[in-house]
């Protein structure tokens, strides 16, 4: 199996942190608070796409609301390939969730 890339288990890790609001503004939020680092939104878009590519997660249709003129949302969702690439790396999830230390481990 294929392992991710640093920037793939970062957006990785903020789809987990984000259970059923990981969208690609709140996930380029999420990863701007988290690293301190601006985040191109065409990167993470494009990096989206691949992981949907590579199975590892997927993504849903939202509510559509007022605010993006009728559009939906696309929520990103784990799939069980991309946990089992989460292992393949040896990334250990639960303490990633409780501990601030993610980043750095990913860097």
């Known amino acids: 199996m294929d392992s991710p890339g640093d920037f793939e288990l970062i957006v990785m ?20 608070e988290r690293t301190e680092r601006e985040v191109n939104y ?3 878009y ?10 590892w ?3 849903v249709a ?13 929520l990103y969702h784990f799939t069980t390939d991309g946990l089992k ?13 409780d501990d601030d230390a993610w980043i750095e481990s990913a860097e």
Request: contains cysteine.
């Open 62 to 74: 939202g509510a559509a609301t007022k605010q993006r003129e009728g559009e939906p949302k696309r």
């Open 42 to 44: 065409g990167t993470l």
């Open 13 to 32: 890790l903020a789809v987990l942190q984000l259970p059923g609001k990981a969208y690609g503004v709140a996930l380029c939020n999420k990863i701007e």
């Open 85 to 97: 690439a989460f292992q393949s790396a040896g990334v250990q999830v639960q303490p990633l969730l």
């Open 46 to 55: 494009l990096t989206l796409e691949r992981l949907e590519r590579k199975k």
């Open 57 to 59: 997660l997927r993504s």
